[in-house]
């Protein structure tokens, strides 16, 4: 078991430039989760799935897209990268059992200049 | 809403020492309680959680923590203290029936020789 993948490990992109963060499961979790993570600020939700085709706004979606076409794959889109962009980004997933227990992949670093 | 506060940024313990982390909740019924580890350029790894039960729950290298219903808190402790143990520590709750949880903003813990 992989657990949860995350690509890229880091990024930097041009101000109104467009992304997709990509985030895979090899644990038929039913949830996933995007966080991202701001120096002193803890974790903020971006956007949740419960399933395939199902999505959810979070705390601060603002920016961002996603969409979660198969269990295994839930990516993450922005489409004009701003400054305030710039974080430590997460996804994690869940089992619908233990819907709470959350495993965190590696995170990815984006700057955005 | 529920909502996590871990009073302290930084805490700096002797190696051998015994440690106490913080952290209080604000939700309306019982909590699902949960301690996450992040080493530098680390995702989070969970260290133990409280769902139900024994207040007092045993995690992974260690760590416990106890649930103190009537000071809403969640404290957690280890009775000697690793180098290998200085990384941010990260307290959050969950609610019954929701598949989200809402993080602190996380304690960084630094260890002395």
């Known amino acids: 078991n992989a657990g949860v993948t995350q690509t890229p490990k880091f990024r930097i992109l041009k101000i109104g430039q467009s992304m997709t963060l990509q985030c895979a499961q090899d644990m038929n979790h039913n949830y996933m989760y995007w966080y991202r993570q701001d120096p002193g600020m803890g974790l903020k939700l971006i956007y949740y799935?419960?399933?395939?085709?199902?999505?959810d706004k979070g705390e601060v979606p603002n920016g961002y897209n996603v969409s979660r076409s198969t269990t295994e794959d839930f990516p993450l889109r922005l489409e004009l990268a701003a400054p305030s962009q710039t974080s430590v980004y997460f996804c994690?997933?869940?089992?619908?059992?233990?819907?709470?227990?959350?495993?965190f992949g590696p995170g990815t670093r984006l700057l955005v200049l | 809403a529920q909502s996590v506060t871990q009073p302290d940024i930084h805490i700096t313990v002797s190696e051998g020492a015994s440690l106490e982390l913080r952290c209080n909740y604000s939700?309306?019924?019982?909590?699902?309680l949960f301690w996450y580890v992040q080493s530098p350029g680390q995702g989070l790894q969970l260290l133990l959680k409280?769902?139900?039960?024994?207040?007092l729950v045993q995690g992974i290298k260690g760590f416990e923590a106890e649930f103190k219903r009537s000071q809403s808190s969640f404290n957690l402790r280890k009775p000697s203290v690793h180098w290998s143990d200085a990384a941010e520590y990260f307290c959050?709750?969950?609610?019954?029936?929701?598949?989200?949880?809402?993080f602190g903003k996380g304690t960084m813990l630094l260890v002395s020789p």
């Open positions: 939700y309306g019924a019982t909590p699902y």
């Open positions: 994690a997933s869940s089992y619908l059992g233990r819907r709470e227990t959350q495993y």
């Open positions: 799935s419960v399933g395939a085709g199902i999505t």
């Open positions: 959050a709750v969950g609610t019954s029936g929701y598949s989200t949880l809402t």
């Open positions: 409280y769902f139900s039960g024994d207040t």
